[in-house]
């Protein structure tokens, strides 16, 4: 057990016992003493009973120092996906989940996970009102986002992983116009004629933003941007393979895709009609996993850490909660991985 300082024995002796001072006396975390004094959450029998210890040694009652902190908290974080995206295949938000919960457990938090639509935030509501959550990750933002403008006006804390002209939200994002412009650049200069892009839905802003890169590296490189190799909003294989169709028609060297799922889908329509890559037709990825990694030939791809976003997200959210006022945009670095696909 920690000894504690002069300064702190005369604080618990002049009676402003504090969850912070027994934290400090135990060497346990404040959320881990809160939890103790509350009886929410989840917390070993030993710790409750040294946390009551330290309170009856100082002669308080626990009531008079739960009041107010320990009870309003849940030590919970929501995190709320798009409801139109495919989770379960979808390796960016698993991977980002996996951030946000290693570093909310190291900080004595749990998560619990929403999905939000463009036009339905009910169950993201339902968290928020019935108080089963103290801050939000958002992990996708749309355009005209409601649960952004819902968020704004509960005061709750959140964070966005994701791009937003408002620089009152705290951000957690990639440069994915500057990484994808640069891929699309390197195409290019390797002599790639005929790139053209399929791309998901535009109402997701990280979509606009990749879209955007490879709009801005065809008019930096001296390049007319041909309508007809640009196919967005293909959410659905459905849409996917038309795309494919459409593309395979035209004097196309190189199929770029905005993420991993949608690059998938391509490679799948490509075997079944017999094409070869890079033989035929080369193919990159603005999103890599590890099915582009894995993939024969392996997918050029560019690399976001989707879990360094996650863990982020979580640090600072949980900061927000715990009173940091820092609202500054965290960007993070990229790599462009060029493979076999577009030799």
Excluded at 97 to 106: H, K, P, T
Excluded at 194 to 217: F, P, T
Excluded at 244 to 264: A, H, M, S, Y
Excluded at 267 to 277: A, D, K, N
Aim: charged content about 25%; proline content about 2%; glycine content about 6%.
């Amino acid at each position: 057990m920690k000894q504690m300082n002069e300064e702190n024995s005369s604080i618990l002796s002049t009676g402003k016992l504090t969850i912070a001072d027994i934290a400090e006396e135990l060497g346990v975390s404040k959320s881990t003493v809160s939890r103790a004094i509350s009886g929410k959450g989840r917390i070993g029998k030993e710790t409750v009973q040294r946390v009551m210890e330290c309170i009856e040694k100082h002669n308080f009652k626990p009531n008079s120092i739960a009041k107010g902190l320990a009870d309003s908290r849940t030590y919970n974080i929501g995190v709320a996906f798009p409801a139109d995206t495919d989770f379960i295949n979808t390796p960016f938000f698993q991977i980002c989940l996996l951030g946000v919960c290693e570093v909310a457990a190291a900080l004595d938090y749990d998560v619990v996970v929403t999905t939000v639509k463009e036009t339905d935030i009910n169950l993201l509501k339902r968290l928020v009102e019935h108080r089963k959550v103290d801050g939000v990750i958002l992990t996708r933002n749309f355009t005209n986002d409601i649960a952004i403008s819902y968020l704004k006006k509960t005061g709750i804390p959140y964070v966005l992983i994701g791009s937003s002209d408002d620089d009152t939200i705290v951000q957690i994002d990639n440069n994915n116009v500057e990484a994808c412009e640069k891929l699309i650049s390197l195409l290019i200069a390797d002599d790639v004629k005929g790139i053209a892009l399929i791309a998901g839905d535009r109402k997701h802003m990280v979509n606009r933003h990749r879209c955007e890169g490879y709009y801005n590296a065809l008019k930096n490189n001296g390049i007319t941007l041909e309508p007809d190799l640009v196919f967005s909003d293909c959410s659905s294989s459905v849409f996917v393979e038309q795309a494919v169709r459409n593309i395979l028609k035209r004097k196309v060297e190189c199929i770029v895709c905005t993420d991993d799922v949608i690059c998938g889908k391509v490679l799948s329509i490509l075997r079944e009609e017999g094409y070869t890559v890079p033989g035929d037709i080369k193919v990159a990825s603005f999103y890599d996993s590890i099915y582009m990694q894995t993939n024969n030939p392996p997918i050029t791809a560019i690399g976001f850490n989707a879990e360094e976003l996650g863990t982020i997200a979580g640090k600072r959210l949980i900061g927000l909660i715990e009173g940091d006022t820092n609202r500054s945009k965290t960007v993070l670095d990229y790599e462009i991985h060029l493979r076999r696909s577009t030799k």
